[in-house]
T-cell receptor
Framework: ETGVTQTPRHLVMGMTNKKSLKCEQH?????MYWYKQSAKKPLELMFV???????ENNSVPSRFSPECPNSSHLFLHLHTLQPEDSALYLC?????????????FGPGTRLTVL | AQSVAQPEDQVNVAEGNPLTVKCTYS??????LFWYVQYPNRGLQFLLK??????LVKGSYGFEAEFNKSQTSFHLKKPSALVSDSALYFC???????????FGKGTMLLVSP
């Protein structure tokens, strides 16, 4: 596979469930990101990992927990979510360094919380 | 703090006509500017970026954007629109001192046959 892949593409879960979203990048990048995309809102940056260390957390609720075991893989663990957490969750990667390179996005996971 | 404004929720244009999608930004340092496009049920795709150099930047699919420092704008343009250009377009800015992008809320472009 090429680029950035995300699984699953669609997920429906109840508020008491625990699930995980997976992202994998095949580009050799050293930074990965989780974004939340809700209808009629700007993209919200949730987490950034650069060189496998989390460098920013935009006050995301603790019911979202990221994990980055290596530079190619990124997870978002979900537990006791709320209906307002229903959204498209996008993963992205980039090569950070002297040049400000663009981010490459995966297709997203459409999450519905019942 | 950095911010981006896309003043139009939707832009309508007829196929073959030129199109413009507007973007203005605010940063404290030098801006690094990006345009992305999102087709239905897809992630964002990179179109073009301005880091330094020529104010007119050319990108994918015939799109270009003009950096205007005095007006703090980075409008996306295409000389002749295609129906297949219909999609959601995002402008994003990155301050030189930050590691993250700030996105606008997006502009829906609808190109009619």
């Amino acid at each position: 596979e090429t680029g950035v892949t995300q699984t699953p593409r669609h997920l429906v879960m109840g508020m008491t469930n625990k699930k995980s979203l997976k992202c994998e990048q095949h580009l050799g990048h050293n930074a990965m990101y989780w974004y939340k995309q809700s209808a009629k809102k700007p993209l919200e940056l949730m987490f950034v990992y650069s060189l496998e260390e989390r460098v920013e957390n935009n006050s995301v609720p603790s019911r979202f927990s990221p994990e980055c075991p290596n530079s190619s893989h990124l997870f978002l663990h979900l537990h006791t979510l709320q209906p307002e957490d229903s959204a498209l969750y996008l993963c992205a990667s980039s090569q950070e360094g002297e040049n400000y390179n663009e981010q490459f996005f995966g297709p997203g996971t459409r999450l519905t919380v019942l | 703090a950095q911010s981006v404004a896309q003043p139009e929720d939707q832009v309508n244009v007829a196929e073959g006509n030129p199109l413009t999608v507007k973007c203005t930004y605010s940063v404290s340092g030098n801006p690094y500017l990006f345009w992305y496009v999102q087709y239905p049920n897809r992630g964002l795709q990179f179109l073009l970026k301005y880091i330094t150099g020529d104010n007119l930047v050319k990108g994918s699919y015939g799109f270009e954007a003009e950096f205007n420092k005095s007006q703090t704008s980075f409008h996306l343009k295409k000389p002749s629109a295609l129906v297949s250009d219909s999609a959601l377009y995002f402008c994003a800015v990155r301050d030189g001192g930050y590691s993250t992008l700030t996105f606008g809320k997006g502009t829906m472009l609808l190109v009619s046959p």
